[in-house]
């Protein structure tokens, strides 16, 4: 048996060689993905400004909940939330008191840029110099920082803005200033700027008086826990400082577990789906080989294990090698995201053996089961068979199991599609969109033969219009219904998936984006950090009629995650319509709060009813409803005081409306631009990551139209031996590949527009948006694909004498 495996494998390379890039590419990618989702739960960040302290005290940064089950059971949960959250400074007097506990030294930090430059790119904080010991910062040149005008900032910032002792420069923050540098550190952090004020600056720009964002210490770790114990601090030591130095890293982190899992999910059901029908093609130009073995007394079980043990030693060479290429495809998207600002440069990717392994696992399963599927069927042909019509492209029946497969997988598609218009929430319903796409494709691919035959039916009529290519082309098509549907499936998968992929970001952006313009009536936007005290300069200003602060957060109502705005009541008539359908938002204030329909409709409240919810920085509290509005996508699902937000983020600047005249030479522009800026971000990172699947699905569609042509070789020679000219015989494969091209697309287009419809449904209440030059982008692609996949391998087929490839091939 293994001789004939072997043999086999030899003597038919071009057909293996299909399934073997396929398997390849799907382990590429199953490891790209598991690599990310290896660092979601493995990945860890050093700590930088707390090096120096072995001990780290901070506020808990995730908000809990437990939940009674049954039979008195109780689960446990936390989810992390989306500000630092602070400390009492008393909670430093409790563990300056513990026993064995020395060198206490308590930090805050703030947003705090020198020059107003943003940091150059890097987090740029300000704390109080008493906070120096934390790292240690030494001072290199100067002083200390003891008047409320004087700073010391780190020698790398020294050296890139020119800076020494002396020096005057504007620090941008919450209150922004010019301060004198008293001092150069001779130390610098890699991945953040650090600028240290006088400990009473630092309290009043942080505007967090009384309060604390990090206590270090040196002592028995026992001897800390102890001493916070009964209050909301958590104590960190080795390398879980860093997590809670770099909150963004840890969100990051979290976040590539969601995304590495719903990737790789995704990226294996494609697999699945382009490995079984690329193995299905393979095993199907074979069937006159397979029907001789058994005119020679092999059994059925002898078939199975022969094309298993193919499709095993295919899987075990293309495994591996597949998972190699996942390793550095997983950096290049480290690399993508990094330059996205979605993934920190201090949290590098955790490379352990399990992807790898994992990988090559999946593609030598994959492979096998693809094969012993794909062979129940073929191990059935009669030995009869083979003296008659066994020939690759015969006909056959519609197999009454496949059919009642279909209509089952169809069924199911249409439960998914009823699930996701009733999903409202992003992190609900990406993975189900994915999910609806491909299994209604899994459908079509079930259904194929019965689909190709009467999508041929219906073409074969204008095919036929052209005398001879169309004509052969139409006789081909109706006699191959099983290698139509071969190919028809990957081509409506790349089509269909690559509309949904597009087009989900097109329409949530172009919601947020609608509501967004016809929502802010100010005439000018300023933004996006405008400090509180620049407004209300702006808002004195002769001209303006009116001016509202916006400021933006995420908060977390019974652990779910929801976008909040925090604005000026004064003049909000005249700069924003929520278009608010009950309610009022006059009473708007610090214990007070609006929700838009669709958060109101998945919490169950209305106006007058109280709602539990913890703010960015975990505090909870339980604001009256006072009005319920439309425009959710554009401004968030809550809207809040801005006084009330300011005092719970980690930024309190953010953007402001303008109704009136600004003054002269104010940087301004406006509401679209700024909605369409946060929706590009969110939609880039999101292409990254499912274009892989695009591209892996583009070379499914290659792989499997150049192994279904080449497999036409003595079919094509035979043409030609009959009379039929080169120029005919590309001429038919040309109106079968476009005949092929609009089945696919036309079942692509359906698919996408079934599950975009179902998702605008739930996430936007209206219909998608669908760019029609976009769409036609997608099929065009998928067109010029199957053109060259199919034209390339018929010319090198062809380029032998027409008698040769015929001994060669038969």
Known sequence: MLWLVLSTLRHRKAGFAGAFVALLCAAALVCACGVLLDTGLRGSVAPERYAGAPVVVTGDQFVHKTIEKKEGKQKHKAKAIAERAWLPASVADEVRNADGVRNVITEVSFPAEIGGSGGGGRESWGHGWESAALTPFTIHQGRAPTASDEIVIDAATARANGLRPGSAVKVTSAAPGTYRVAGVTKQSLEHQTAVFFSTAEAERLSGRAGMVTAIGAHGPVKAVEDAVGGTKATVHTGEDRGKAEFLGAEKSRIKLISMGGALGGTALLVAILVVSGTFALSVQQREREIALLRAVAATPRQVRRMIGREALLVGFVAGPLGAAAGLPLAFWLRDRFRGLGALPPNLDLVAGPFPPLAATLAAVVAAFAAARITARRTARIRPVEALGDAAPGRGGGRGVVRVLAGLAVTAGAVVLTIVLSGLSTEAASSPVTMLTAIVWTVAVALLGPVIARAAVAVLSVPLRLSRVGGHLAAANLGTGA?????????????????????????????????????????????????????????????????????????????????????????????????????????????????????????????????????????????????????????????????????????????????????????????????????????????????????????????????MSTSGRASELALLRLVGTTRRQVMRMLGWETLAIVGVAAALGTAIALITLTAFSSGMTGGAPHVPPLGHLGVLALGGVLAAVATALPARLAMAARPADTINTRE
């Open 482 to 706: 099983r290698r139509v549907a071969a190919i028809v499936t990957p081509l409506t998968l790349m089509m269909g998936l690559t509309a949904t992929i597009l087009f989900v970001q097109t329409t949530m952006g172009h919601a947020a984006t609608s509501q967004a313009s016809e929502g802010t009536i100010a005439g000018h936007v300023m933004g996006p950090k405008v400090p509180h005290g620049t407004a209300e300069e702006i808002r004195r200003a002769p001209g303006v009629t009116a001016a509202t602060e916006v400021l933006r957060s995420t908060v977390r109502v019974d652990l779910e995650n929801y976008g909040i705005q925090g604005v000026t009541r004064d003049g909000l008539n005249r700069t924003m319509d929520l278009d608010v359908r009950d309610g009022s938002l006059k009473d708007l204030g610090s214990s007070t709060i609006a929700v838009s329909t669709t958060a109101a409709d998945r919490l169950d409240v209305r106006p007058g009813d109280t709602l539990s919810l913890a703010l960015g920085d975990g505090t909870p509290i339980e604001p009256k409803v006072i009005a319920v509005y439309e425009r959710g996508l554009g401004f968030g699902d809550l809207t809040v005081s801005r006084d009330l937000l300011a005092a719970h983020v980690d930024d309190p600047r953010g953007t402001l409306l303008i109704a009136g005249t600004p003054p002269e030479g104010l940087p301004t522009t406006d509401a679209a631009t700024l909605a369409e800026d946060r929706a590009t971000t969110n939609a880039e990172v999101n292409y990254v990551a499912m274009g892989l699947i695009i591209a892996f699905t583009a070379i499914a569609v290659v792989n499997t139209l150049a």
